[in-house]
C-alpha cells in the first residue's frame, strides 16, 4: 500500500544539513509506515550518496541521484517518482 505522504527534498552539497533533516524526520509523532521520503541528489560532490547508502532510517527512503539541473529539476523528478497522494516539497 502506497505511503499517504511523500517528502521530496532536493539537495544540493548539503550532506549536514540533509542529514539533520532527515534525523528530524525520525522523531515525527507519525508513524513511520505513513510516510516515504524521495532525495533528489542534484550533480552533489559533498558525499551525499555516501551518506545516504549508510544511512537506515525507520522509514521508506528513496534516492534519486542527476546531473546538476537546479531545483526544479530536482522537485519535478521527485515529484515523478513519488507513490504518495500528498507531496510535501522541503
Known sequence: M???LSVVIPTHD???LLRACLYSFEHQSASPETFEVVV???GS??????????YTPPF???VLTQAQAGTAASRNAGAEAARGR????V
Open 86 to 89: 500528498v507531496l510535501l516539497f
Open 14 to 16: 548539503r550532506r549536514d
Open 2 to 4: 502506497p505511503p499517504e
Open 40 to 42: 533528489v541528489i542534484d
Open 45 to 54: 560532490r559533498d558525499g551525499t550518496a555516501e551518506m545516504l547508502s549508510a
Open 60 to 62: 521508506a527512503v528513496s
